[in-house]
Each structure stands twice: as structure tokens, then as C-alpha cells.
């Protein structure tokens, strides 16, 4: 199975903050990583698909790259509904993965 | 507008069996593949199920393979999880995704770009 590790765990940050989270897989998985965004008592949804690919309706302060075995999602300018945890996960094989998670918290 | 709204979860026994289901609507449910994804409390996220989009390939997380079986109902748009042998640790939030990818020897490989919100299944003596 793909392990896939988020950095880091739990971020702070301030509204309009420029942010970065990475994800790593442990073998190259190509461009199939996507990254959702979770807020509590909610399911996940879609942000990012391929790589880079904004999901329909996503604010383009997302932004995704990466390639081969490292990845990561930006959002440039922070705001109040940013406010989440982030996960990464990984199409390249079965099973289908994901990372333990990123949750930003404001400082 | 997509809608998936899960239903069946509840409180069991280990050992006992319970039976999810997932009503789409919204689009055409028998073009794309569907999905269990499952997240214990305060944990992440784990895929456990996937069925093509005419119920012909089917995969399970090795976690649930033997103990859980998944079936659709194209007619009836709806998505069913079988869960036997049930144990403390499939405790979880159990929710119904929709798939966007292809459906290979190897697996269902895609994303999941539509989601339900999600049935509470509690295993506890």
C-alpha cells in the first residue's frame, strides 16, 4: 500500500497568513493526488484533483503542485473559512490512500 | 444538484450486522463508480469500498474484505454497505462517495468529488 504523510499535523495561522502543507507518498504516484478540505461535523469535499486542478467553486487563493512523491496545497491569502482540516489522497493504486490529516487552527 | 444521503447506521453489538444505504440523486448514477470511505472518531480517513459503475468490479479495503459486501441498485440509484462480524474497531462515520476515475483490474482509481453526510455505526457491548 502507498503511505501517505501529511506535514504538518496542525498548523496556526492569522487571517491573510500565505500557507503551504505538504504531502508526501512512498513511492511516485505520478499526478494523482488530491486534496479535500474537512470542517468539523462535515464531510470532506473536494478541492484540489490532479495535482492542481481546482475543484468547481474552489477560490483560486488554492493552489496545488507537486510531482512524483511530494505535494502541496497553498492557499495564499488566508481567510476566516479556511479555517479546516486538509487531507491528501492518492489515486495512483489500490487501495486508495490518504494522508493522517492537516489542521489549521487559528493563531 | 448531487445528493447523497446515507442511512442505516446505529449502535451493534461486536459480532452483529448492519446494513448501510446511500440514495443518490442529481445525476446519473449509473456512470459512475461509488464508494464507502469510513473515519473513526477524532481519526482520519479511510477508504473502504469501491463498485464500478455497473457493479462488475468490486474492491474492499483488506481492514473489511470477507466481513463487509457492497452492492448497488442502478434501478433504484442506490448504494448498499453489508456489514458482518462487526468489531470495536469499525466504529466510524461511514459515508457514501461518488467516484471520478476509471475502474481497472487493479482497482477503482479515482478521487471523490461528491460526498453524503455521513451515518454514525457504533460497535460497543
Sequence with gaps: ?107 | EVQLVESGGGLVKPGESLRLSCEASGFTFNDYPMNWVRQSPGKGLEWVSAISPRGGSIYYAASVTGRYTVSRDNAKNALYLQMTSLRAEDTAVYYCARGRGNCISRGCLQNFDYWGQGTLVTVSS
Excluded at chain 1, 72 to 77: F, H, L, Q, R
Design chain 1, 1 to 107: 500500500d502507498i503511505q501517505m504523510t501529511q506535514s504538518p499535523s496542525s498548523l496556526s495561522a492569522s487571517v491573510g497568513d500565505r500557507v503551504t502543507i505538504t504531502c508526501r507518498s512512498s513511492q511516485r504516484i505520478s499526478s494523482y493526488l488530491h486534496w479535500y478540505q474537512q470542517k468539523p461535523g462535515k464531510a470532506p469535499e473536494l478541492l484540489i484533483y490532479d495535482t492542481s486542478y481546482l475543484q468547481s467553486g474552489v477560490p483560486s487563493r488554492f493552489s496545488g503542485s507537486g510531482s512524483g512523491t511530494e505535494f502541496t496545497v497553498t492557499i495564499s491569502s488566508l481567510q476566516p473559512e479556511d479555517f479546516a482540516t486538509y487531507y491528501c489522497q492518492q489515486s495512483y493504486s489500490s487501495p486508495l490512500t490518504f494522508g493522517g490529516g492537516t489542521k489549521l487552527e487559528i493563531k
